[in-house]
Each structure stands twice: as C-alpha cells, then as structure tokens.
C-alpha cells in the first residue's frame, strides 16, 4: 500500500511555462485534495474533489485546474506559471474524516 | 468564516518538561478538531482527532467548545517530539482548514 504518492518531488518552472502535478492514491478515498503551502503559512486549499468525476473549487483556485476521471489519479495543472506559484504542493486523500498526505511537491517558478 | 488560530510559531522547551501548543478556533457549527504531525523530511500525518479521545505519543487534547480551543499537550517533552505541528478543523467531513503550524523544539 503506498498511500498517496506525487511526482515530481522538485520543479523549477520559467514564467508561463505550464506543468502539471501528478496525484495517486491506491486506498480508493473517494475524497482528494490539493494544498498549497507557503513559508510560514499553514495549508490553503486549491481545489478538491468528492470523487471521479466532481470538483470543487477550495480557498485559492486561481492559475489552477484539476481534473478526476479515476478515483485514483487528482492531478494539479498550472497553465501559465508566475512567481507566485512558488510553493510546495501537498495532496492528499482523506476517509472517516482523516487526511492522508503524500510527500509534496516543491515548485520554483523564477 | 471557518478559522483556525495558532498563536506561535516557534516553541522551545527542554526535554522533560510540559509542553503545550495553542489552537483556537472559530466555527459556528460543532467542527471535528484534529492535531496532523510533521517531522522532519517526514509528511505530514494525523496525531490525533478529539471525537477518539485518545492518548498518542503522550500527547492528549481537549476540545473546549466554551473557549473554542483544541491545545495539545504533553506532560514530559522528548527529543523526538520536535515537528511541525498543525491544528485542523472539519466541517460537513469533507472541508478541512488548517492552521499555520507550531514548530516546536524540544533542547537537550
């Protein structure tokens, strides 16, 4: 059982170059999540989703899109990165009202 | 809105001694309270939730609905205890708001 794994682990990105975080999870949570954390800062929701399917916009969705087509796969797609950006990423799946993070993905966007 | 509050950053005790770390929080509804843990090059992880009422790693928490706080303490500090800690709240069990962590350190 792996839990919740993300790719990359580290990215540097130019301005306006897109990418997109990769999210799995094998515990078939039907809820999933994308977090941002800036130094210093606590979580911030990006977005999230109940299940194949269904998303949902959380506190900063702006420069951010996800898609759910399995209950396995949440990725995070930036389209035009900016400075802003720079964060570290965490996803995450969550059951009985627990959360289950993967190890994060640091994003530098220069 | 839905808040969660933790007033220090930083927090430095010896090994031994008591510790306790702040969460208040702000929700009009009756909310699940949960510490999540985040040792270093570790990711973060559930240390406790209040509806279980339990003890982890020594550390217990009480929700106190008339102060709206969720502090986590910790009779004697060991080493292994310094982390990133974070108070989190839910509501309808699918939102969740984190607060911006404790870091606590625990000197030899």
């Known amino acids: 059982n792996a839990g919740v794994t993300q790719t990359p682990k580290f990215r540097i990105l130019k301005i306006g170059q897109s990418m997109t975080l990769q999210c799995t999870q094998d515990?078939?949570?039907?809820?999933m999540y994308w977090y941002r954390q800036d130094p210093g800062m606590g979580l911030k929701l990006i977005y999230y989703s109940v299940g194949a399917g269904i998303t949902d916009k959380g506190e900063v969705p702006n420069g951010y899109n996800v898609s759910r087509s399995t209950t396995e796969d949440f990725p995070l797609r930036l389209e035009l990165a900016a400075p802003s950006q720079t964060s570290v990423y965490f996803c995450?799946?969550?059951?009985?009202?627990?959360?289950?993070f993967g190890p994060g993905t640091r994003l530098l966007v220069l | 809105a839905q808040r969660v509050t933790q007033p220090e950053k930083l927090l430095s005790v010896f090994k031994g001694a008591p510790v306790e770390l702040k969460c208040n929080y702000s929700?009009?509804?009756?909310?699940?309270l949960f510490w999540y843990v985040q040792y270093s090059r570790q990711r973060l992880q559930l240390l406790l939730r209040h509806i279980s009422r339990e003890s982890i790693k020594g550390f217990t928490a009480d929700l106190n609905k008339g102060e709206t706080s969720f502090h986590l303490k910790k009779p004697f500090a060991q080493e292994e205890d310094s982390a990133m800690y974070y108070c989190?709240?839910?509501?309808?069990?699918?939102?969740?708001?984190f607060g911006p962590g404790t870091r606590l350190s625990v000197l030899p």
């Open positions: 515990m078939n949570h039907n809820y």
């Open positions: 995450a799946s969550s059951y009985s009202g627990t959360q289950y």
């Open positions: 929700y009009s509804g009756s909310p699940e």
């Open positions: 989190a709240l839910t509501y309808y069990g699918q939102n969740f708001v």
